[in-house]
């Protein structure tokens, strides 16, 4: 049995409509944390690499955010634009 939400995210994962940065990610003070940046993907492209900190996502800081709301904004239909405030 799923709750709602986690229906909606199993849905989206396994369609693969979605694009993404291709990082791993983790919640840390506050901030998200990349753990790993995945190969050939606009992560790696962008130089972010282990330990940086994600402090806002367009515009909006996630101090505040759970890790899954920060998530949902950095996904999005491949091809489009993300701004990221790293620290």
Do not use: C
Request: hydrophobic share 40%; proline share 6%.
């Amino acid at each position: 049995y799923l709750d709602p939400k986690s229906y909606n995210e199993l849905k989206i994962k396994t369609k693969a409509e979605y694009g993404g940065l291709g990082m791993e990610v983790t919640q840390e003070n506050g901030f998200v944390k990349i753990i790993s940046p995945i190969d050939d993907t606009p992560a790696q492209k962008a130089a972010l690499e282990p330990g940086d900190l994600i402090v806002a996502i367009d515009k909006k800081p996630v101090a505040g955010m759970t890790l899954n709301e920060a998530v949902d904004l950095l996904r999005g239909k491949a091809g489009t634009n993300v701004l990221l405030h790293i620290k």
